[in-house]
């Protein structure tokens, strides 16, 4: 019986943390309200936090040391100060006078703060049952789409074989079930097909899992983004080549890479000239060419990844001879390739003027400052920037509204880290890189957890404590610098 319970108690861990990683963006509902009052909503990412009762009792049961807690502690701390002294700096605040000092603490700061020793806490506890059971997790998060595409194909609003079959736009773009963005979607599904393609001879011992594995990468094929492909293409080529031996495993990851540049090269665009409704069931929708080209180009999202690619090596050099600088000031440009490398500007601007960054959850403040002094000199010459001005309001997203997207997050997670430790984070990610490469981290954790923390870094990202980024990262690391239990014995 106390077998069974300690093996229920497992399952259940290993569910909370897949959970808290792939459908970080997913939201219950708690309560439905029919008014002017938003509805009361529970994010998956924080399901983590529902294993701290478990941790309290193994704590009391085998009275275990906090002492390796002390380095995270101090770290935290730092934050904090590091933080803290950029908005002395930025502010100008009198730090003898205590109402200012209040004024401009950040509690949000101290919140982050307290979830990563905590998540720390409870990641470094369960380290040795979540390192033996990496594929566990994946196929916990596997059947966990399939059931949720599955219920949505009986029960949802919109067709889903329709739009997968006729829009490269995106199903979760359309129908926001599960995630809001097909990005969003993307950083978690392209990794799962990266680590259970090179996994796939194992597949054949587990038939069921294998069926769901084929039909959920069909469907991530005919739904294939730019950020699916890209992450497919970089985390497939990087595994092959970092990955000593694993021959076969390694000319999967190969076919499926060609697999999806097909997909991705054929895919169609016929959604651009159709309104969400036509995609609804039992929805007898006429096409209206009036609107068909409304605000194309001014919402960019429209656009689709094989677009977008090209528009990569063929920006038009309208107003200077700086290439990566016209990648953003091209109004015509898709908007996603437009705010990725307006990002990646703020980003090195900011690392210019704050060395050594400007503090946690202080992005914001850098942002605003930046984005600022930015249009201040674009406009100040026309020869640097000539604004389709006439155009603007209409058609265009100029450079103020290009700003006024990813103000917190920044478009990939290299930018916010670069913004907030500037050089600290680039010695942390080249130590990490470097201590990466080690033989003694298990190999599942290189095939799963790699790829999505490079895809977040480099391809798309969105914050700190989405799509299991936090997690994953910390997992990384326990996995790096800290020796197991097992090890230990």
């Given at each position: 019986?106390?077998?069974?319970?300690?093996?229920?108690?497992?399952?259940?861990?290993?569910?909370?943390?897949?959970?808290?990683?792939?459908?970080?963006?997913?939201?219950?509902?708690?309560?439905?309200?029919?008014?002017?009052?938003?509805?009361?909503?529970?994010?998956?990412?924080?399901?983590?936090?529902?294993?701290?009762?478990?941790?309290?009792?193994?704590?009391?049961?085998?009275?275990?040391?906090?002492?390796?807690?002390?380095?995270?502690?101090?770290?935290?701390?730092?934050?904090?100060?590091?933080?803290?002294?950029?908005?002395?700096?930025?502010?100008?605040?009198?730090?003898?006078?205590?109402?200012?000092?209040?004024?401009?603490?950040?509690?949000?700061?101290?919140?982050?703060?307290?979830?990563?020793?905590?998540?720390?806490?409870?990641?470094?506890?369960?380290?040795?049952?979540?390192?033996?059971?990496?594929?566990?997790?994946?196929?916990?998060?596997?059947?966990?789409?399939?059931?949720?595409?599955?219920?949505?194909?009986f029960f949802g609003q919109y067709n889903l074989i329709k739009?997968?079959?006729?829009?490269?736009?995106?199903?979760?773009?359309?129908?926001?079930?599960?995630?809001?963005?097909?990005?969003?979607?993307?950083?978690?599904?392209?990794?799962?097909?990266?680590?259970?393609?090179?996994?796939i001879k194992k597949l054949f011992n587990h038939k069921l899992?294998?069926?769901?594995?084929?039909?959920?990468?069909?469907?991530?094929?005919?739904?294939?983004?730019?950020?699916?492909?890209?992450?497919?293409?970089?985390?497939?080529?990087?595994?092959?080549?970092?990955?000593?031996?694993?021959?076969?495993?390694?000319?999967?990851?190969?076919?499926?890479?060609?697999?999806?540049?097909?997909?991705?090269?054929?895919?169609?665009?016929?959604?651009?000239?159709?309104?969400?409704?036509?995609?609804?069931?039992?929805?007898?929708?006429?096409?209206?060419?009036?609107?068909?080209?409304?605000?194309?180009?001014?919402?960019?999202?429209?656009?689709?990844?094989?677009?977008?690619?090209?528009?990569?090596?063929?920006?038009?050099?309208?107003?200077?001879?700086?290439?990566?600088?016209?990648?953003?000031?091209?109004?015509?440009?898709?908007?996603?390739?437009?705010?990725?490398?307006?990002?990646?500007?703020?980003?090195?601007?900011?690392?210019?003027?704050?060395?050594?960054?400007?503090?946690?959850?202080?992005?914001?403040?850098?942002?605003?400052?930046?984005?600022?002094?930015?249009?201040?000199?674009?406009?100040?010459?026309?020869?640097?920037?000539?604004?389709?001005?006439?155009?603007?309001?209409?058609?265009?997203?100029?450079?103020?509204?290009?700003?006024?997207?990813?103000?917190?997050?920044?478009?990939?997670?290299?930018?916010?880290?670069?913004?907030?430790?500037?050089?600290?984070?680039?010695?942390?990610?080249?130590?990490?890189?470097?201590?990466?490469?080690?033989?003694?981290?298990?190999?599942?954790?290189?095939?799963?957890?790699?790829?999505?923390?490079?895809?977040?870094?480099?391809?798309?990202?969105?914050?700190?404590?989405?799509?299991?980024?936090?997690?994953?990262?910390?997992?990384?690391?326990?996995?790096?610098?800290?020796?197991?239990?097992e090890n230990k014995r």
């Amino acid at each position: 019986m106390s077998i069974s319970i300690y093996r229920a108690k497992n399952y259940f861990v290993l569910i909370i943390i897949s959970l808290s990683i792939f459908f970080s963006h997913s939201e219950i509902l708690l309560l439905d309200r029919n008014f002017e009052i938003k509805d009361i909503k529970f994010e998956n990412r924080f399901l983590i936090f529902f294993l701290i009762p478990l941790v309290m009792i193994d704590l009391i049961k085998n009275r275990k040391s906090f002492n390796f807690l002390i380095i995270p502690i101090l770290v935290c701390f730092l934050l904090l100060i590091h933080s803290f002294f950029f908005k002395i700096f930025f502010f100008k605040i009198d730090y003898l006078n205590l109402n200012e000092i209040l004024k401009y603490s950040n509690i949000k700061s101290i919140f982050q703060v307290i979830i990563f020793c905590l998540t720390f806490y409870i990641l470094h506890h369960y380290r040795d049952l979540l390192k033996n059971n990496v594929f566990n997790i994946a196929k916990i998060s596997l059947y966990g789409f399939f059931l949720c595409l599955t219920y949505y194909y009986f029960f949802g609003q919109y067709n889903l074989i329709k739009i997968i079959s006729d829009c490269s736009y995106g199903f979760f773009s359309i129908t926001k079930f599960l995630f809001k963005e097909n990005s969003h979607f993307g950083l978690s599904a392209a990794p799962l097909l990266i680590f259970f393609t090179f996994n796939i001879k194992k597949l054949f011992n587990h038939k069921l899992t294998l069926i769901i594995y084929l039909i959920f990468l069909f469907f991530c094929l005919l739904n294939i983004s730019l950020t699916i492909f890209l992450i497919i293409l970089f985390g497939s080529f990087g595994l092959i080549i970092i990955l000593n031996k694993n021959y076969f495993s390694k000319l999967y990851l190969v076919v499926l890479m060609i697999v999806s540049t097909i997909f991705f090269i054929n895919q169609t665009n016929n959604c651009q000239l159709k309104n969400n409704d036509f995609y609804k069931k039992n929805q007898n929708y006429e096409l209206n060419q009036k609107s068909m080209h409304m605000n194309l180009r001014y919402s960019g999202v429209n656009s689709s990844g094989k677009n977008k690619l090209s528009q990569l090596f063929n920006s038009k050099n309208n107003y200077n001879d700086n290439y990566f600088l016209n990648l953003f000031l091209d109004e015509e440009n898709s908007l996603s390739v437009r705010v990725f490398f307006s990002s990646l500007n703020i980003a090195f601007r900011s690392l210019q003027s704050y060395p050594f960054g400007v503090g946690l959850d202080n992005y914001n403040h850098a942002y605003l400052e930046i984005t600022d002094e930015r249009r201040k000199e674009l406009y100040s010459d026309p020869k640097l920037y000539l604004t389709k001005r006439n155009l603007c309001e209409i058609q265009y997203c100029c450079l103020v509204c290009l700003d006024s997207f990813n103000k917190n997050d920044g478009s990939i997670n290299f930018s916010k880290f670069l913004t907030e430790f500037g050089i600290f984070s680039l010695i942390f990610f080249s130590i990490t890189f470097y201590k990466s490469f080690s033989n003694h981290i298990d190999l599942n954790i290189k095939v799963l957890y790699y790829p999505m923390i490079f895809s977040q870094l480099f391809i798309r990202g969105s914050g700190y404590f989405y799509n299991g980024f936090f997690i994953v990262m910390i997992l990384v690391i326990i996995a790096i610098y800290m020796r197991s239990n097992e090890n230990k014995r």
